[in-house]
């Protein structure tokens, strides 16, 4: 059976180093980041290469900015694979596909199928990497409002099915589940 982690917090918390090292003590596995972000200007691509640089060369890079179930579906055994992030991905996927309840709860419902399949039938594991949008200012608008709602329903499904749950605070993790 496989494991899945979950590590939330909020921007620049840690979360994604945290990843990445835990992913690192896996030695002996593939390793494979999932990356969600769309480069959409110069500012990300320099960031994007930024972070090819700092993962290094053991590190094999997934884009997979709209169809993250499917690519989960598709992981090997035997891997370690960090996805980094699922708010991101809850964002382009509100962009592309729609922001209606039933569209939302579909891609959401998917991706929590498409894990929990994954841990089922494989022997690696994959850590996901996402963020507490909820816990700040109440947004003004309800569009803003409407997606932290999403984002927090999506790291509740999330949550369900992975082995553990680490949030960061000041770039320290602590185990939650």
Same mark, same amino acid.
């Given at each position: *059976?496989?494991?899945?982690?979950?590590?939330?917090?909020?921007?620049? @918390?840690?979360? !994604?180093?945290?990843?990445?090292?835990?992913?690192?003590? $896996?030695?002996?596995?593939? $390793?494979?980041?999932?990356?969600?972000? =769309?480069?959409? /200007? /110069?500012? *990300?691509?320099?960031?994007?290469?930024?972070?090819?640089?700092?993962?290094?060369?053991?590190?094999?890079? +997934?884009? !997979? &900015?709209?169809?993250? &179930?499917?690519?989960?579906?598709?992981?090997?055994?035997?891997?370690?694979? =960090? =996805?980094?992030?699922? @708010?991101?991905?809850?964002?382009? =996927?509100?962009? $592309?596909?729609?922001? /209606?309840? $039933? %569209?939302?709860?579909?891609?959401?419902?998917?991706?929590?199928?498409?894990?929990?399949?994954?841990?089922?039938?494989?022997?690696?594991?994959? +850590?996901?990497?996402?963020?507490?949008?909820?816990?700040?200012? +109440?947004?003004?608008?309800?569009? %803003?409002?409407?997606?932290?709602?999403?984002?927090?329903?999506?790291?509740?499904?999330?949550?369900?099915?992975?082995?553990?749950?680490?949030?960061?605070?000041?770039?320290?993790? *602590?185990?939650?589940?």
């Amino acid at each position: *059976m496989g494991k899945i982690t979950l590590i939330s917090g909020g921007a620049r @918390s840690g979360k !994604s180093a945290f990843a990445l090292k835990l992913a690192s003590e $896996k030695s002996s596995l593939q $390793k494979l980041f999932i990356a969600t972000a =769309v480069v959409f /200007d /110069d500012e *990300m691509r320099l960031r994007v290469e930024k972070h090819k640089q700092e993962r290094g060369s053991e590190w094999e890079t +997934i884009e !997979s &900015p709209y169809e993250l &179930p499917q690519t989960v579906e598709k992981l090997p055994s035997q891997t370690v694979a =960090v =996805v980094d992030c699922l @708010s991101v991905w809850l964002g382009n =996927v509100w962009y $592309k596909y729609g922001d /209606d309840d $039933k %569209t939302l709860s579909l891609h959401i419902d998917n991706l929590q199928e498409s894990i929990q399949n994954w841990k089922t039938v494989n022997c690696g594991e994959i +850590i996901l990497v996402t963020n507490e949008v909820g816990w700040g200012i +109440i947004p003004s608008d309800a569009a %803003t409002r409407r997606y932290r709602d999403w984002a927090g329903r999506l790291n509740q499904h999330i949550g369900k099915v992975a082995s553990e749950v680490y949030l960061c605070v000041c770039g320290i993790p *602590m185990k939650i589940k």
